[in-house]
């Protein structure tokens, strides 16, 4: 098995989809904090660090949305850690895939034990390899290549985003968890 690092690097393959079930949790998501009021983007008030590869990620994101009229997502670190751990999973398995072994979406129970009420979720998942500096780019060129995912990142629904990656030599796995919470959440 190859080893896993807590951490962004992967190049070519993608997935994703979108869940538009609300799913219900048990507590909601935490005040939110304002970090670049000219941009717009506000952090989730947690401790999770977010990695540099992740925030590229997102900003190139939000920089697409720009581009194309859609307001900017704020990054969300109540799913920070969902998004993260499918990260390492699609790292460990090899193969991207949006299913669990039970076949439902595994991205679902992941939100769920987060504590997030919900409204619609999308899931993107991304392979690349070289430069570690220029992973995030690659990434974000290959989603937005893909009509799916270009849809998924451009979808005005979604207000929040999660960029979680993982490595393993020589190569990033980044998952980006796109949600909408419902009201009061």
């Known amino acids: 098995m190859t080893p896993v690092r807590f951490l962004p690097l992967l190049a070519g393959l993608v997935g994703a989809t979108v869940l538009l079930a609300p799913l219900l949790a048990a507590s909601p998501v935490t005040a939110q904090e304002p970090t670049d009021p000219a941009q717009g983007e506000s952090r989730e008030q947690t401790h999770a660090p977010v990695m540099q590869p992740e925030s590229a990620l997102f900003s190139l994101a939000n920089e697409e949305r720009a581009r194309n009229g859609i307001p900017p997502l704020r990054f969300d670190d109540a799913l920070l850690d969902a998004a993260r751990l499918r990260a390492i999973e699609q790292a460990r398995a090899g193969t991207l895939t949006h299913t669990d072994a039970s076949g439902g979406l595994a991205f679902s129970r992941l939100l769920s034990e987060a504590g997030v009420q919900i409204r ?19 990434a974000h060129q290959t989603l937005v290549g893909s ?13 929040h985003l999660a960029v979680g990656a ?3 030599p020589g190569q990033l796995v980044f998952a980006q968890i796109f949600s909408a919470r419902l009201e009061g959440s």
């Open 147 to 159: 009509e799916r995912h270009r849809t998924l990142l451009l979808d005005p629904r979604f207000t």
């Open 120 to 138: 619609v979720a999308g899931e993107a998942l991304v392979r690349v390899n070289g430069p570690e500096d220029r992973m995030p780019a690659y």
């Open 166 to 168: 993982a490595a393993t």
